[in-house]
């Protein structure tokens, strides 16, 4: 059953953020899907992008990984299985 | 292959435990133009599309499994701390006797998915013109399970994948465009 364990704000707020930003990621992802030489597109993707890296570091290193198979900062707990799972928060 | 990332798509929230809603939220889940189709309608069809749309298939694909991901998430939500009462009053004890409060790829009606809600023509148009239908179709029941909700924080999610729906359905119209310009060219010479 469901853990359901108490969450400070930030852990919403910081992930409300990358739900934002990841959203104009996969807008842009689509878009270029079917416009394949807009070049300014491409130039904001990326920069999309790597803001949605930055905060996703930042986010794991205060409540635990969210991307499958990337390094984790807490070496005593493996936090991927331990916190709460997207449908527990 | 593909790689799990521990957030949805956008945020999931409901006001109260509302079982009724689950069951016409099921539509979407285990639904003839639900998102279970729809992820595994476009995954299927990118092997025989020509080459260009390939990758608007496999991201669109994946993006249902995010969607589908949301619905589960109300579905559970809705229903974790119902009654059996509560459950049967909502329509949902044939469900209950075989599932407990187990979610399961039902319509809204309790009929189970079958392969047959998809089609895989090998003809890119067909295939094409299936998915808009698919997307305007996904669409419409969005808005009937909107108007039949009087959840506001449940309504919020299912606008967002309401929207979804429309921007899926340009994105295909326009690869229909890419696909038939391509078609027109080789012709002239």
Redesign the interface.
Known sequence: M?LMKSLPKEY?QQ??E??AV??VV??L???L???PNDSQAIQQYNQYAQYSKQLKTQFEALFG?????TAVKNKQEWE?ST?P???QV | MW??????????KVSTCNPTLAKYLMEQYGGADGELAAALRYLNQRYTIPDKVI??LT??GT?EFAHL?MI??MI??LT?DATPQQLRDAGLAEHYVSHDSALFYNNAAGVPFTATYIQAKGDPIADLYEDIAAEEKARATYQWIIDQSDDPDLNDGLRFLREREI??SQ?FR??VQ?ITDDQNQQKIF
């Open positions: 469901a919403y992930l409300e990358i739900q990841d959203f996969y807008e992802v689509l878009y899907d079917t416009h990984p969210l991307q499958f198979g991927w916190q799972w997207p449908w | 790689a799990y990332e521990k957030k949805l798509m956008y945020p999931v990758g608007l991201d669109i993006e991901e589960a998430t559970y939500k974790k921007i899926h994105r326009e690869a890419m």
